[in-house]
């Protein structure tokens, strides 16, 4: 059995922006985790996810030993920090976007996330 939870119960993240790029770094909160993100949040899944900002090319790098991977999203800044008309076109609030994904974790692995889940239900966790 299988409990949906939001990534930022499996891992935190890091970010950072270079003109119109983002990098969004996405770190287990334990090593037994990493597996589970190596194999659900894929390029094609940030990809959907990010699929409001449009992004013309996304690359992830696994980091195995840090028990992290690395994305690089293309063209997701609104033209990058200085040409940008919105306000918040940071790369360094995306991290919390890709954090909201769900994400499928076996309920052995439960007691391993940030905040483990009680209930027996199999809704996302919100809180």
Not at 42 to 69: C, I, K, Y
Not at 94 to 115: K, N
């Amino acid at each position: 059995m299988t409990r949906t939870v939001e990534l930022r119960l499996a891992a935190h993240g890091r970010t950072g922006d270079k003109g119109n790029r983002s990098n969004i770094s996405v770190i287990a909160w334990d090593p037994a985790l990493y597996p589970l993100l190596v194999e659900q949040i894929t390029e094609e899944a940030v990809a959907r996810h990010f699929a409001g900002r449009r992004p013309t090319r996304v690359m992830r790098h696994l980091l195995p030993r840090l028990h992290a991977m690395n994305f690089v999203l293309d063209d997701v800044l609104d033209g990058g920090v200085n040409d940008a008309l919105n306000l918040d076109s940071h790369g360094k609030a995306l991290s919390f976007v890709v954090l909201a994904m769900p994400l499928e974790v076996p309920e052995h692995l439960l007691p391993l996330l940030r905040r483990p889940i009680t209930d027996h239900n199999n809704t996302m966790e919100t809180t």
